[in-house]
């Protein structure tokens, strides 16, 4: 009897050692260059609330650039609650770049995501609204998080506050920003 165990046990044992675990070909690794990528060859497009301090953007692809007889880009949204409409707007955001601990101004404005996820994977990359938010404490950058403020017009100086990590945070290059409040 004991000189059959000792035969399986070995066997088994070796069978264990030996088997490999398969990978999942569809379990690809989040890749961030392909996400900074969607940013590069698209834009960011007010889908909600157009014009307004508060507006909601998404990303868009240009189908028509602006010509002199009309001033306006023609767009079609990837995502967001506009997925899929065309419209015609002058609300665009054409490039932008992430910020990455670079130096923030009190002030200035950025673009930043909506949903404010703690990091940045897979199933947190296609995030599809984007707000516009003005830099109101950078103290806090080593940490990873700064405190924008999100004013709802042009007369309103007690805007509301929220902490934002970086990684969801972005420059506006062009068009240039300026922060939509009227100071006297």
């Known amino acids: 009897m004991k000189k059959i165990i000792l035969p399986i046990l070995l066997l088994s044992f070796f069978a264990v050692a030996c088997h490999t675990k398969k990978e999942d070909p569809y379990n690809r690794q989040f890749v961030p260059d392909s ?94 609204r984007w707000g516009r938010g003005v830099v109101y404490d950078t103290s806090r950058m080593d940490e990873g998080v700064v405190e924008l403020e999100f004013p709802r017009d042009k007369n309103d100086f007690m805007a509301a506050r929220e902490f934002i990590f970086l990684h969801n945070v972005r420059y506006i290059h062009q068009p240039e920003q300026k922060d939509p409040r009227v100071w006297l």
């Open 35 to 128: 996400y900074e990528r969607n940013f590069r060859n698209n834009v960011f497009a007010s889908c909600l609330n157009q014009g307004k301090p508060y507006s909601t953007y998404s990303l868009a692809r240009v189908n028509r650039k602006p010509t002199d007889c009309d001033p306006r880009y023609k767009v079609t949204f990837l995502n967001g609650p506009c997925e899929g409409r065309t419209v015609y707007t002058q609300d665009v955001i054409t490039k932008t770049s992430p910020v990455n601990g670079g130096q923030l101004i009190k002030g200035e404005v950025v673009l930043r995501n909506y949903w404010n996820p703690r990091k940045l994977d897979k199933d947190t990359a296609q995030l599809d």
